[in-house]
Nanobody, 123 residues
Framework: QVYVVESGGGLVQAGDSLRLSCTTS????????MGWFRQAPGKEREFVAA????????YYAASMKGRFTISRDNAKNTVYLLMNSLKAEDTAVYYC????????????????WGQGTQVTVSS
């Protein structure tokens, strides 16, 4: 089983930046594509970004492209989400998820999930 733990959330002001981290257990991290999702109160879970097993390919939701950057360090079993120019509407619980092989925009395709980390953006 793969354990996924997110960290780095917090309270920031609009326009600020924040970096989320997601660390997984085991030595098979490089076998998993990784994704970030978020869920705001009263809304459905939303795709944010994903990255391929090697880190060579990334995909972003249209509203995040240009502001958010996903990256990974396979030696540290860690994936990152750098969020720039944060907006109030970015407020949500952010979840990290792992999927074998090819990345996906669909949350149902992911096999392992973290507990989430709260990001609150004050305007």
């Amino acid at each position: 089983q793969v354990y996924v733990v997110e960290s780095g959330g917090g309270l920031v002001q609009a326009g600020d930046s924040l970096r989320l981290s997601c660390t997984t257990s085991g030595r098979t991290f490089s076998s998993y594509a990784m994704g970030w999702f978020r869920q705001a109160p009263g809304k459905e879970r939303e795709f944010v970004a994903a990255i391929s097993t090697s880190g060579g390919t990334t995909y972003y939701a249209a509203s995040m492209k240009g502001r958010f950057t996903i990256s990974r360090d396979n030696a540290k079993n860690t994936v990152y989400l750098l969020m720039n120019s944060l907006k109030a509407e970015d407020t949500a619980v952010y979840y990290c998820a792992a999927k074998l092989r090819v990345f996906s925009r669909n949350s149902n395709d992911y096999d392992y999930w973290g507990q989430g980390t709260q990001v609150t953006v004050s305007s």
